[in-house]
């Protein structure tokens, strides 16, 4: 943890400001028109606020979702609050690439961009909006840029427009994979009868909050990170912990009880994300580590059936169509299992068959279902540590056991486990050069 913790930051007439203070005061005045799934949504809320004052101080800005199964849930209100409080507000619906791309480069300043209705947008009746998509991921990390042609006369020149900075969305029910991993995704509800918010009225409201947004700015004219960047807590890793070091940074800053409540926020969203529901790649897996039991190969006929005979799983029906072998086929090749000759015994003897093994799947159970903590059945543990990266210390101690006990224990719980430069395409500039293909598969299927 750094030590950035600060009293009194400035005196502004004769009320001094401190970061506690101030992020109390910004916390009551959203409490009072917003009703949030959690302690913990609120905290990220107000500290989102914050980071979007000193955007030169970070590597990278968190994306900031508020979802939600029907409307009326309170998403557009905390949009409206927030409003009131970042600077250089936009507030944008249905708006064209080109637009955001121009208000980004304004001259006036970087923006803070609360996108409303992202639905629209991105929702499964939505299609070709990936420079829009392409935007949001890669402006999410300082230096982003996005290539655009442009013609004057008869010469085509390139220009680089820059895409860093803050964004607030919100949306019913679905935000796409790729945004989700750089946000924190906030699932409201509708109030419950005991649950009271004053009536939010811009034209009465908005001067309490612009007068918070003034002194959140003086602060900001104070605050630097100055390379103390904050401890992660356990678990928070990866993309997880760009999302969460600038608001984590901020806490620091207002002592121990917001530093606290920060990381223990950030805990919470990290195990939530991790408890979503898995993609159709990822639950096929689970249940064909289920279905496998002790087998250690099953023809794919066999395999369909009993992914049908499932309760509650989805392949009896995807479409009007049950799962069949082309479309098995698809999803595993995306995890580099394929099907192969299996010979399998008959009232005739043997016959051969098409259909997978137990050890061509062991890989993909290990990286994408992590409880799986032995290897396969005529797999050595040498095999599992060197390609899978399995966490095997000491080779001699691990033997060539098979997964009867585990594979039957998942039973009960199958789940646990670049610059841009043509003129039509915005792709992020960490490499995202594709769709996510699992979601389109799980929109199209």
């Given at each position: 943890m750094s030590d950035q913790s600060d009293t009194v930051l400035r005196l502004v007439g004769e009320k001094p400001i401190s970061t506690e203070g101030l992020l109390d005061e910004v916390l009551a005045f959203l409490k009072k028109f917003v009703v949030y799934p959690s302690s913990h949504a609120a905290i990220a809320h107000v500290l989102w606020i914050f980071h979007t004052h000193c955007m030169d101080q970070w590597d990278s800005t968190p994306r900031l979702v508020f979802l939600s199964p029907e409307p009326g849930s309170g998403k557009t209100r905390a949009l409206e609050i927030s409003e009131t409080l970042v600077p250089r507000p936009i507030e944008a619906v249905n708006t064209t690439p080109a637009y955001l791309f121009r208000k980004v480069s304004d001259e006036d300043g970087v923006p803070t961009i609360l996108y409303d209705e992202i639905d629209t947008i991105f929702g499964p009746k939505a299609r070709d909006n990936e420079e829009i998509r392409g935007f949001l991921n890669a402006g999410h990390r300082r230096g982003a840029m996005a290539g655009r042609c442009v013609t004057i006369g008869k010469k085509v020149t390139t220009e680089e427009l820059p895409a860093?900075?803050?964004?607030?969305?919100?949306?019913?029910?679905?935000?796409?994979?790729?945004?989700?991993?750089?946000?924190?995704?906030?699932?409201?509800?509708?109030?419950?009868?005991?649950?009271?918010?004053?009536?939010?009225?811009?034209?009465?409201?908005?001067?309490?909050?612009?007068?918070?947004?003034?002194r959140i700015a003086t602060w900001a004219e104070r605050f630097s990170l100055a390379g103390n960047y904050p401890d992660m807590p356990q678990g928070v890793e990866d993309r997880a912990a760009d999302v969460w070091e600038p608001l984590i940074a901020i806490a620091d800053g207002a002592g121990e009880r917001w530093s606290k409540n920060a990381r223990d926020a950030a805990v919470s969203f990290v195990k939530g994300c991790r408890e979503t529901e898995p993609s159709f790649g990822v639950r096929l897996?689970?249940?064909?580590?289920?279905?496998?039991?002790?087998?250690?190969?099953?023809?794919?006929?066999?395999?369909?059936?009993?992914?049908?005979?499932?309760?509650?799983?989805?392949?009896?029906?995807?479409?009007?169509?049950?799962?069949?072998?082309?479309?098995?086929?698809?999803?595993?090749s995306e995890y580099g299992v394929k099907s192969g000759t299996i010979r399998l015994p008959?009232?005739?003897?043997?016959?051969?068959?098409?259909?997978?093994?137990?050890?061509?799947?062991?890989?993909?159970?290990?990286?994408?279902?992590?409880?799986?903590?032995?290897s396969v059945t005529s797999v050595t543990a040498s095999q599992v540590n060197a390609d899978?990266?399995?966490?095997?210390?000491?080779?001699?101690?691990?033997?060539?056991?098979?997964?009867?006990?585990?594979?039957?224990?998942?039973?009960?719980?199958?789940?646990?486990?670049?610059?841009?430069?043509?003129?039509?395409?915005?792709?992020?500039?960490?490499?995202?050069?594709?769709?996510?293909?699992?979601?389109?598969?799980?929109?199209?299927?």
């Open positions: 860093y900075c803050a964004v607030a969305m919100a949306g019913l029910k679905y935000v796409p994979t790729t945004i989700r991993d750089r946000s924190v995704v906030i699932h409201m509800r509708k109030r419950a009868p005991t649950e009271e918010v004053s009536p939010y009225r811009r034209r009465i409201h908005s001067n309490t909050g612009n007068a918070l947004r003034n897996l689970a249940d064909l580590r289920v279905i496998f039991a002790t087998d250690t190969q099953l023809s794919t006929k066999t395999i369909l059936q009993r992914l049908n005979d499932l309760e509650e799983a989805p392949w009896g029906d995807l479409r009007g169509k049950p799962l069949d072998a082309r479309r098995i086929a698809k999803f595993l008959d009232e005739r003897g043997r016959s051969t068959l098409k259909g997978y093994k137990v050890e061509s799947l062991h890989d993909a159970w290990i990286r994408y279902l992590p409880t799986l903590e032995i899978a990266g399995f966490g095997v210390s000491d080779k001699s101690d691990v033997t060539d056991t098979s997964v009867t006990n585990e594979l039957q224990s998942s039973r009960s719980n199958p789940n646990s486990a670049r610059d841009v430069t043509d003129v039509t395409d915005v792709t992020d500039v960490e490499g995202m050069a594709e769709p996510d293909t699992s979601e389109r598969e799980q929109l199209t299927i």
